[in-house]
């Protein structure tokens, strides 16, 4: 594991992860949750925009299938079940990052999830939400949450392997 | 001498027209099988507990196919619930993702004794298939005539094992010298020339009634409670070799939602009954856990089955599988279920606010996990801990 600024570059910063052989990389212009999603604001008091941080569109690789069951304008609390996504070689279901409301759903990804693998910081946005967004980690913090986490996600993906 | 196998086909909930179709077009595939008499009942998990349709899948002897759009699983426990019992018959045909084989219930934890290890099992065998497992009727009649095979060769054998070492049964003997009516290997010889039509139950007595103008003479009417030759009381046998036409039983069913228990899961540690505070559970006489109050229960609500410790508690109609009764490890076995590392809540936190939920929607007070809480973390460091048990301790404190 390896915690280093991406210099090749310079116009956009970036820390980065090593998943294994992978390089995770996660721009510093935003904040991220502990369920790696990131979350960037446009101001002080607007949404946050959240979408998937480049360590869990590795572990889930190509997304087949993505479904909310919430609708836009819910109020939710943290960690409540908001959908599930699909990809080629996991499941999960969703929660939301952080308590709030959900303004929006990016319609594009509803036709073709695809956008998710594609430009997983830009694009292929997930959706926004209005909260407080207090329990948001800065990328530092973040990176340490992998770091921490990270031998226990590994032991659970080969586990899960293992069983099948 | 063709053993009779009944096919119980269990309707789905909606009009749905795909799902209508592939009961229908079963119904009619199965007319023409030999040994098979046909029974179509509503929803099997919606039938009461007193209704016609129970009264008459506990008035079927022998073997039973039982096809609903249940799990297997669901549909086998909610049978048990109604004294509807047997061994478990051995299906071979899944749904195609669920195809590896999972022997679950015999598989791992033979250390912790469970309930239905208690409970012997009839001398007759039911098997649960999914009607979700195929889309056409083909495979559901191949495998029925799979069962139906399977099940006359063990009576032979059992027969005629008995007859082989000298020890035949005076039933056996008289069976041999008196093939008859009473025999459940022949065909009932006072057969008459039946109807094709289908046969109806009146809503509140067992005796099939005239049905509508169009189908023709009916077979003889066993009486309420009798059922000589092991088959459905109205059993409609032609004896020209005519289908019989296939026993209806006509129930007004609502929804209903309460939990079925799997008793090869459950070992009656009663958490379910401290969980729940609607009073469903209650214990029986045995000392054993059982779903006292059914309707007592909230509607939608799964609560105690995220509690329970064992995966034993079954709401058939819950949108997750591994809480409507799939076998485990099927639904996706091939999918590594990332939903922990993307911030699933804690099982007990979900129940909990589910239940929290529930109480105010009836004007109680939300009592939050004051109240009925598993007392197992603190029983739980006996033993040593497994792998997973480490893992899973793992996961729950880093609060990913």
């Known amino acids: 594991m390896t915690i280093r600024n991406a210099d090749e570059k310079p116009g956009r910063e970036e820390l980065v992860f090593m998943m294994g052989q992978f390089a995770a990389k996660f721009p510093v212009d935003r904040c991220y949750a502990k369920n790696h999603m990131w979350a960037q604001s446009a101001g002080e008091g607007k949404p946050f925009r959240f979408g998937f941080s480049a360590y869990a569109v590795r572990l889930l690789q190509d997304v087949y299938f993505l479904e909310w069951t919430v609708d836009a304008g819910a109020m939710l609390r943290e960690k409540q079940a908001i959908g599930a996504i699909e990809s080629s070689k996991a499941e999960s279901e969703l929660y939301a990052p952080m308590a709030g409301r959900l303004v929006e759903f990016n319609e594009n990804l509803l036709s073709d999830p695809a956008g998710i693998n594609v430009d997983p910081y830009g694009e292929g946005w997930l959706f926004a939400m209005e909260g407080a967004g207090e329990s948001l980690l800065s990328p530092e913090e973040y990176l340490v949450h992998l770091a921490a986490s990270w031998a226990v996600a590994e032991r659970t993906i080969k586990g899960q392997i293992n069983e099948g | ?400």
């Open chain 2, 1 to 400: 001498m063709a053993k009779k196998v009944t096919v119980v086909i269990s309707q789905g909930q909606s009009a749905n027209p795909v799902k209508r179709k592939l009961e229908e077009d079963l119904v009619a595939a199965l007319l023409f099988e030999r040994g098979v008499e046909v029974t179509v009942i509503p929803h099997l998990y919606d039938l009461a507990p007193e209704g016609t349709g129970m009264l008459c899948l506990q008035s079927i002897a022998g073997d039973v196919v039982v096809l609903s759009w249940l799990y297997p699983r669901a549909a086998r426990w909610t049978l048990d619930r109604n004294g509807i019992r047997g061994r478990v018959g051995k299906v071979l045909l899944e749904s195609e993702a669920a195809d590896e084989d999972e022997e679950d219930e015999a598989a791992d934890d033979g250390d912790k004794p469970r309930v239905a290890d208690s409970l012997p099992a009839p001398n007759r065998t039911i098997y649960c298939i999914d009607l979700r497992a195929r889309n056409e009727v083909e495979p559901f009649v191949e495998e029925i005539r799979r069962i139906w095979a399977e099940a006359s060769m063990q009576t032979v054998g059992i027969d005629l094992l008995g007859w082989i070492q000298g020890a035949p049964k005076p039933e056996q003997l008289g069976r041999y010298l008196n093939p008859g009516p009473a025999n459940v290997d022949a065909p009932p010889a006072n057969a008459q020339p039946a109807a094709s039509g289908p046969v109806l139950f009146s809503p509140f007595t067992l005796q099939p009634i005239e049905p509508a103008s169009g189908d023709k003479q009916l077979n003889g009417a066993a009486p309420k409670g009798s059922q000589p030759n092991g088959s459905a009381p109205a059993s409609s046998e032609p004896a020209d070799g005519a289908p019989a036409g296939p026993v209806r039983v006509e129930e007004a069913t609502g929804r209903r939602w309460y939990p079925v228990i799997d008793y090869s899961r459950c070992t009656n540690c009663l958490e379910c009954l401290d969980f729940c505070l609607f009073g469903v559970y209650g214990v029986g006489g045995s000392e054993t856990i059982l779903v006292e109050q059914p309707d007592n229960c909230r509607k939608g609500c799964p609560a105690c089955s995220r509690v329970c410790p064992e995966n034993a508690i079954i709401f058939p109609q819950h949108k997750t599988p591994a809480i409507a009764g799939s076998p485990e490890g099927s639904a996706g076995a091939l999918k590594i279920d990332l939903s922990k590392l993307f911030g699933a809540p804690d099982a007990m936190e979900v129940a909990v606010l589910e239940r929290d939920v529930e109480l105010v929607a009836v004007g109680r007070d939300a009592v939050g996990a004051t109240v009925g809480i598993p007392k197992r973390q603190s029983q739980k460091d006996h033993g040593p801990k497994d792998e997973l048990d480490s893992l899973m301790d793992q996961l729950d404190s880093l609060d990913l």
